[in-house]
């Protein structure tokens, strides 16, 4: 009974969206934006999921489509036409992520030559690396639920372009670093610093799809990522990850339970790291438990932010089910365990968040209705994350 009431209300939340940004009824002029995108997909496939309703996978398939014709493609004022990765109209359609996908921003990218504005980049159009890997993670998916070895080729050719636009050696040598936005053709760097979890999340998700194609498609002749992998886990080394904003620590829970799922699957060269990104999730969410932010009024609060939180916290038995499955792990067990049972302490912190925000009346205050998709389809991962938590 309870799985029917939050079945239906995930079918609410994302009926809204689907009407809401053009996706159904279809509009010819659909609102895309590359980070709500990549959840929705998770939370369609959840539906999916749940139903086994052929009109609802059929809805994922057509958000991958609308997707990759609205953000593969150069922007209506822009007077740059057809694919941003230069391929022909056939080639485009065969290879949509080749030349990644824009953000979806509602003002143009800014010119070459025109000096930065740091508020308004906010909302200008370009390419982020980390909405790039959620995309990623979400192509996977659906590779998975579909059976369809395309929808992982698209993952894999979108991670190869990314990685060689995103990722530069300094002029004075060292290790590579990462740029965090880049315009919409990957020609020039719009932000140059580096994304705190950037590499981390590009290392997992790199071996996510790794991992797919030699588990679900070892008959299909699909690209590696060896060379990419190698150059994250050098970026990683020695990498701070400790960070109090929510949304972060949600991101670094996520990237624990792939880490725990890809040891299941028979790696061990992972357990290093999995400790490592479990303290630093630990520490911040004794930072973030302490400031007391969550008192707040919801007008003084980010849903989306919190609601990444939530989602990651509700992965944290997961992570525990694969230290306990996977043998690789033995030697690090015991510390490891001891990691999770630390963060076990912070579910009710989910569960308050996930309370705080299915309340009416706190999302009517400004900071949802101003980010109100991404709010909303973060709301419905946090309901049902298992498809967005799985690898």
């Known amino acids: 009974m309870e799985q029917d009431r939050t079945g239906a209300r995930i079918r609410e939340i994302m009926g809204e969206f689907a009407g809401s940004t053009g996706l159904e009824p279809v509009s010819p002029h659909p609102h895309r934006y590359l980070w709500t995108d990549a959840f929705a997909v998770c939370n369609y496939l959840q539906i999916f999921r749940l139903t086994g309703d052929s009109v609802d996978r059929d809805l994922v398939l057509r958000l991958v489509d609308q997707v990759h014709h609205t953000l593969g493609r150069h922007r209506e004022d822009d007077p740059r036409e057809g694919w941003i990765s230069g391929l022909s109209e056939q080639e485009g359609r065969l290879h949509p992520t080749a030349g990644g996908l824009r953000i979806g921003k509602p003002l143009a990218e800014r010119r070459l030559g025109e000096p930065p504005d740091e508020r308004l980049e906010w909302e200008q159009d370009g390419q982020y690396y980390h909405y790039l890997t959620k995309w990623m993670h979400a192509l996977n998916r659906v590779g998975r639920v579909t059976r369809d070895p395309v929808y992982l080729r698209w993952a894999i050719e979108l991670a190869r372009s990314a990685h060689a636009a995103f990722t530069y050696r300094p002029p004075s040598g060292g290790r590579k670093r990462m740029y965090w936005k880049m315009?919409?053709?990957?020609?020039?760097?719009?932000?140059?610093?580096?994304?705190?979890?950037?590499?981390?999340?590009?290392?997992?998700?790199?071996?996510?799809?790794?991992?797919?194609?030699?588990?679900?498609?070892?008959?299909?002749?699909?690209?590696?990522?060896?060379?990419?992998?190698?150059?994250?886990?050098?970026?990683?080394?020695?990498?701070?990850?400790?960070?109090?904003?929510?949304?972060?620590?949600?991101?670094?829970?996520?990237?624990?339970?792939?880490?725990?799922?890809?040891?299941?699957?028979?790696?061990?060269?992972?357990?290093?790291?999995?400790?490592?990104?479990?303290?630093?999730?630990?520490?911040?969410?004794?930072?973030?438990?302490?400031?007391?932010?969550?008192?707040?009024?919801a007008g003084h609060r980010l849903a989306f932010r919190e609601l990444g939180l939530a989602i990651g916290l509700a992965g944290i038995g997961m992570v525990q089910d694969g230290i306990r499955e996977s043998p690789q792990l033995h030697g690090r067990r015991g510390l490891l365990t001891q990691q999770v049972r630390a963060l076990l302490r912070y579910e009710p912190l989910g569960q308050a968040i996930l309370k705080s925000w299915m309340d009416v009346k706190n999302r009517e205050a400004g900071t949802w209705t101003a980010h109100r998709e991404i709010n909303m389809v973060m709301l419905a991962t946090s309901l049902a994350p298992g498809e967005f938590l799985s690898v």
Do not use: N
């Not at 991992?211 to 701070?240: N, Q």
């Not at 339970?257 to 004794?286: F, M, P």
């Open 183 to 297: 315009s919409i053709d990957l020609s020039r760097p719009l932000v140059r610093s580096m994304g705190q979890h950037d590499a981390l999340d590009g290392f997992v998700t790199y071996s996510e799809l790794q991992a797919a194609a030699a588990r679900d498609f070892s008959g299909s002749p699909l690209p590696g990522l060896g060379t990419e992998i190698a150059d994250m886990a050098d970026i990683c080394r020695g990498g701070g990850w400790v960070t109090d904003d929510p949304l972060g620590i949600g991101g670094l829970l996520f990237d624990a339970v792939r880490i725990s799922q890809l040891t299941i699957q028979g790696s061990s060269r992972y357990g290093e790291l999995l400790e490592q990104v479990l303290e630093a999730a630990l520490i911040g969410l004794e930072s973030f438990a302490e400031s007391g932010s969550l008192h707040l009024p």
